[in-house]
């Protein structure tokens, strides 16, 4: 059954603990391949505060920024208009899967930052009953125990401190394009490419892999616990 995936990546400012969005990506395909949109956005409320991007892990990023946004290859937007676009595509296509690669992160991120940037107007950034799927679950369960994958990362040394293989996109990726040399972009659409890449490799290899990511918290809670939490506060 062909599925609607919506790969996402998120850029962070401020602290892991409670990442601010600068840059946001996305990828809208279906499970057999064929792709419908593509967005490439920076995010004005974060990306136009200089005290909070001297924050961001990659901020000597942030020249190359304007110069895209100059070239009108990238858009500046606001943390509402991808409020509105998930909202949207869910609109558009009810059962898509909200999808990315340590998926717990970039719906952390998505969350805190429409929280801090609204201060707290609204609180929860997916629509209520999107799914949540993670391409790192999906690769451990299958491509990271392959043989042929496990003697990779041992011939070139991508092993974790407890000599496992490593299974960030970046290393996954060179796996599947026998390039040893290849470095993530770390910019949101960049990296949703290669991301997306390898969520249809593992369609196309495999059947039955996990694709939920199981945490209760990421997704918006029902009408009436929203009403509930909403009291409360």
């Known amino acids: 059954m062909t599925e609607m995936l ?9 602290t892991l603990d409670e990442p601010i969005l600068y ?19 920076v995010i004005k409320e974060a990306f ?4 909070l991007m001297e924050t961001a892990y990659f901020r000597d990023k942030i020249p190359a920024y304007w110069q895209e ?13 991808v409020y509105r676009y998930l909202r949207d595509v869910k609109k558009r296509y009810p059962n898509v899967k909200f999808c990315a690669h340590n998926a717990a992160f970039d ?3 998505l969350r805190t930052s429409l929280r801090y940037l609204t201060k707290s107007f ?21 491509l990271c125990k392959e043989p042929d994958y496990v003697k990779f990362c041992e011939t070139h040394g991508f092993l974790t401190d407890k000599s496992k293989p490593q299974a960030t996109a970046e290393v996954l990726y060179r796996y599947l394009t026998n390039n040893v040399d290849f ?17 249809l490799e593992i369609y196309t290899r495999y059947e039955g892999f996990r694709k939920l990511c199981f945490n209760p ?17």
């Open 217 to 233: 918290k990421l997704t918006e809670p029902t009408p009436a616990l929203t009403a509930q939490v909403l009291s409360v506060n």
């Open 48 to 51: 136009l505060n200089k005290e």
């Open 6 to 14: 919506l790969m996402c990546d998120c850029e962070t400012a401020n």
């Open 122 to 142: 609204k609180r929860w950034m997916l629509p209520f009953g999107m799914d949540v799927y993670d391409t790192l679950r999906m690769a451990r369960d299958t």
């Open 107 to 109: 719906v952390k991120a």
């Open 69 to 81: 946004i100059w070239a009108g290859k990238r858009e500046v937007k606001s943390i509402w208009d």
């Open 183 to 199: 470095t993530e972009a770390h910019t949101g659409l960049a990296d949703v490419e290669i991301e997306t890449q390898i969520l």
């Open 23 to 41: 840059d946001f990506g996305a990828w809208l395909i279906d499970s057999d391949g064929v792709s419908y949109e593509k967005v490439n956005w």
